[in-house]
Nanobody, 121 residues
């Protein structure tokens, strides 16, 4: 059983930056960030694999967000720049022990509790 703990959320003005971090209690292969705004379904944000650090991003965040990981520390970060009000959501770290990428919540077995990101306009 892998436990995930997120940190780094908060309140920021539009155009600002935040960095989220997630620490896993064990080894994982693919790690991702999802987000869920009030009244909306949880949606994919970014994903990275363990072996070569290949990444994929949702179109809505491409060019503004960067996902990275430190395998030695079992951590994954999400650097968020040029934040917009529509980025406001609870951000969740997720992990899977398979090497294939996943882009839907049901593909992930391990989840953090989430961290709130609020962008004021």
């Amino acid at each position: 059983q892998v436990q995930l703990v997120e940190s780094g959320g908060g309140l920021v003005q539009a155009g600002g930056s935040l960095r989220l971090s997630c620490t896993a209690s064990g080894r994982t292969y693919v790690m991702a960030w999802f987000r869920q705004a009030p009244g909306k379904e949880r949606e994919f944000v970014a994903v990275i694999n363990r072996s070569i650090g290949r990444t994929y991003y949702a179109n809505s965040v491409k060019g503004r967000f960067t996902i990275s990981r430190d395998n030695a520390k079992n951590t994954v970060d999400l650097q968020m720049n040029s934040l917009k009000s529509e980025d406001t959501a609870v951000y969740y770290c997720a992990a899977r022990s398979e090497e294939s990428f996943g882009f839907r919540p049901y593909e992930y077995a391990y989840w953090g509790r989430g961290t709130q990101v609020t962008v004021s306009s």
